[in-house]
């Protein structure tokens, strides 16, 4: 029997789960998984993750005392809850867990920073090494800058919210870890703005990760490529052989279940021969390509806005919940009585 394209990809690629269920983790079986504040929201509104936001509420409510405001209890508790999904991903895969920072400080480099060593110290505390975590930074100006800072610190960052070869070649040159160019989003752009379909090679998606891939590999930078946000195998099938591709369980299903052979795409060796021009990226060369390129433009502030709305709707519903075990906590008081 031939082997599936998922298990053709994995001899190729690293494979990332995309997701912030620890269910779907154990049955994929990744090594390394990464989650962002939507995959948190949505996965907290399932009954069986509903006792761990329980736990990381009341140990906010804890640390901040009695008389703390259910609203400040919630907004320290959503910082907590992604390091605690996090810890529980690392006793599943072997590798390392992407967890984000706060995308309401994109634009300020000092609250990231802060941020970002908050998350390793709340990992640190719990036993988890620094080299099990990257931490996840829009791909702004000032994000670039602040995981400069940190990967000479010795904390790990993983570039999300990337579209553009500028902010590929910044985050290189900053040296972090590794960046994760959305695929998928930039499809949706094209689509929308041309009115036209894209499939396989021709998908813009794909020719930007493609591009660069080949950019990194061409000038032997360290910083790896992780394509994310796929929305169909095609995307996968036509990246094969990227450093790391972080993908749904939904997408991962279907690669299990197709037999196909599954061609190598991306080579560093292809890489080398290329002829591609050098980039220098300052600030000012990077504001000036950021304006040129409308999708990298509007992807990236529509995807901090995106984060930040999660974000907001995940304090919503930790102040809901903390109103309710108070609620429950009085019940049971009276009950006693």
């Keep these: ?14 494979i990332v789960a995309d997701t912030g269920e620890i269910q779907e983790i154990e049955k994929i079986k990744p090594q390394d998984a990464t989650t962002n504040p939507s995959l948190i929201t949505t996965a907290v509104q399932l009954p069986q993750y509903q006792p761990i936001m329980d736990e990381v509420l009341l140990a906010a409510k804890k640390k901040l005392g009695g008389g703390a405001k259910d609203k400040d209890v919630a907004n320290l508790a959503f910082k907590g809850l992604a390091v605690e999904f996090g810890k529980r991903i690392l006793k599943i895969v072997p590798g390392r867990v992407s967890t984000e920072v ?25 036993g988890v090494s620094k080299d099990r975590v990257l931490i996840k930074i829009a791909s702004t100006w000032e994000g670039i800058r602040a995981a400069e800072v940190l990967e000479k610190e010795g904390i790990h960052c993983n570039m999300t919210l990337l579209f553009g070869i500028h902010q590929a070649v910044a985050a290189a040159e900053a040296r972090a870890t590794l960046i994760s160019p959305f695929v998928g989003r930039i499809l949706d752009w094209y689509k929308k703005d041309t009115g036209k379909d894209y499939q396989g090679a021709d998908d813009p998606g794909v020719q930007s990760v493609t591009n660069i891939y080949n950019y990194f590999k061409k ?10 946000s796929f929305r169909n195998i095609g995307e996968i099938q036509h990246l094969a052989g990227c450093d790391l591709l972080t993908i749904a369980p939904k997408l991962i299903e279907e690669l299990e279940a197709t037999q196909a052979d599954l061609p190598r795409q991306l080579d560093p060796a292809k890489s080398k ?6 980039l220098v990226i300052d600030k000012s060369t990077f504001d000036k390509m950021h304006a040129e390129n409308r999708m990298a433009h509007d992807k990236l502030k529509e995807g901090i ?11 919503s519903l930790l102040a809901k919940r903390l109103a309710e075990l108070g609620a429950n906590q009085q019940q049971t008081v009276g009950a006693a009585r």
């Design 1 to 14: 029997m031939s082997k599936s394209q998922f298990e053709q990809l994995r001899a190729m690629t690293v």
């Design 219 to 228: 000038f032997d930078y360290k910083t790896v490529v992780m394509g994310a």
């Design 102 to 126: 706060d995308a309401r400080l994109s634009y300020d480099t000092d609250a990231t920073l802060s941020q970002a060593r908050e998350i390793i110290q709340q990992y640190a505390a719990a």
């Design 273 to 278: 021969t290329m002829q591609i021009e050098k």
């Design 305 to 315: 806005e995106g984060f930040s709305a999660a974000l907001e709707k995940l304090e």
